[in-house]
């Protein structure tokens, strides 16, 4: 008993000591780390970095990478000094903001960590909503502020073009007018450019229930040229007309009510119960033929 007491014990304390030991070099190493960010920005930042001095400038680096995680060594390095002010900012979500300017530097500073909106946007949608703010700077932010992650996807897949035109349709209601939104933006983004550019010269025809219904049926189709909306509002609207008429006709019920029709206006205009009507109606009377003279007597 014993004996298996101290084996156990003697685990425990190899685990430690390894354990203190892991602890020791990843210190050391950020430590080292630290150092080297520090001297990394005397040189590429210059007096606005040398203001605290190497020591203390390496000392404060190694106590946020503590903090937020080794992820601050290449925030620093891409953000320079501006990068502790900005993480104090985040308060609680420090962590994150450390996230966005290690993987976008200067840009996630400028569009998203340092603008109220773009932060609570990066925190509401995640990553992908920050890649896509620096991707589109400034005109990003109000499509995904009231488009969500349909927006993000759809402006993951364009160029800064087509994310102007979706905000431009987004302010001046067009979008709305169109209708299906979702549908739309989730197009955009398995299509790209090529469907953007298609919505925006056609937005006035996808008003229109029935071209936005074909076009979000097969939208390839319209993309690539090989539909027309003019040809399928033709075919919804038209088609069907046509065939009413032509197809399904009984042509012989049409050929009657014709001859009774025109048998009637005979009998109206020239017959003598035709002149008596009219007569009666004070209608013109025609002159009477020599031949309803010979009938009338």
């Known amino acids: 008993m014993k004996t298996a007491s101290i084996r156990y014990a003697s685990i425990v304390a190899l685990v430690l000591l390894f354990l203190g030991g892991a602890s020791r070099a990843h210190a050391q190493g950020r430590s080292k780390a630290a150092q080297e960010a520090a001297e990394y920005l005397l040189q590429r930042f210059g007096r606005e970095a040398a203001r605290e001095g190497t020591t203390t400038l390496a000392r404060k680096i190694e106590v946020y990478a503590a903090r937020h995680g080794d992820e601050f060594f290449k925030a620093v390095r891409q953000v320079g000094p501006r990068t502790f002010h900005l993480v104090e900012e985040a308060g609680a979500h420090g962590n994150q903001a450390v996230r966005v300017l290690a993987q976008h530097g200067e840009h996630g500073a400028t569009w998203v960590v340092s603008r109220p909106k773009g932060m609570q946007l ?54 709305a007018r169109i209708g299906r939104s979702q549908e739309m933006l989730d197009v955009i983004g398995r299509y790209g450019d090529a469907a953007m550019t298609f919505v925006w010269e056609h937005k006035g025809a996808l008003v229109t229930t029935a071209c936005l219904t074909a076009f979000l049926a097969n939208p390839e189709a319209f993309i690539n040229g090989s539909a027309k909306l003019v040809q399928t509002v033709g075919d919804v609207t038209v088609k069907p007309v046509l065939s009413g008429i032509v197809g399904g006709t009984n042509w012989t019920i049409i050929f009657l009510a014709a001859g009774t029709v025109g048998l009637g206006w005979f009998a109206v205009k020239y017959l003598p119960l035709g002149q008596w009507i009219r007569a009666k109606l004070n209608l013109p009377q025609k002159d009477v033929t020599a031949a309803q003279v010979k009938i009338d007597n």
Do not use: W, Y
């Open 122 to 175: 990066f925190l509401l949608h995640g990553d992908e909503a920050a890649a896509t703010l620096v991707r589109h700077k400034g005109i990003a932010e109000p499509v995904i502020d009231k488009l969500g992650k349909p927006a993000i996807r759809a402006l993951q897949a364009t160029n800064t073009q087509s994310c102007r035109r979706l905000g431009m349709m987004l302010e001046s209601g067009e979008l």
